[in-house]
């Protein structure tokens, strides 16, 4: 007896790939039929883009990233004005 074509259709298996991100190679997991080491390594590509978005996110958001209030540097900039702005040198 032959196979039927429905059976050899049913076991070609396509890679989910996460070309752009990682997000949606876990957004997959349950749907694939993959084994505990693909779980594994998908969870912590998840993990660790979680981690270095909030990271990111952290460092953008901190006072060292964003700098003193505009305020605070009003002084500043009145100085370079009055120096290095309208410095015929620089024209």
């Known amino acids: 007896l032959e196979p039927k074509e429905d059976a050899k ?3 070609v298996e396509e890679p ?3 070309m752009e991100t990682a ?3 876990v957004l997959v997991l349950g749907l694939t039929s993959c084994g505990w080491v693909d ?3 998908a969870c912590l590509l998840l993990l660790s883009s ?3 978005q909030i990271t990111f996110s952290v460092i953008l958001l901190g006072k060292d990233f964003l700098g003193d209030a505009f305020r605070e540097q009003i002084d500043i900039a009145k100085a370079w004005r009055r120096s ?3 410095d015929h040198r620089h024209m």
């Open 50 to 52: 979680a981690g270095m």
């Open 23 to 25: 997000w949606n190679l």
């Open 39 to 41: 779980v594994t390594i």
């Open 16 to 18: 989910v790939s996460f």
């Open 84 to 86: 290095v702005a309208h």
């Open 9 to 11: 259709e049913e076991d």
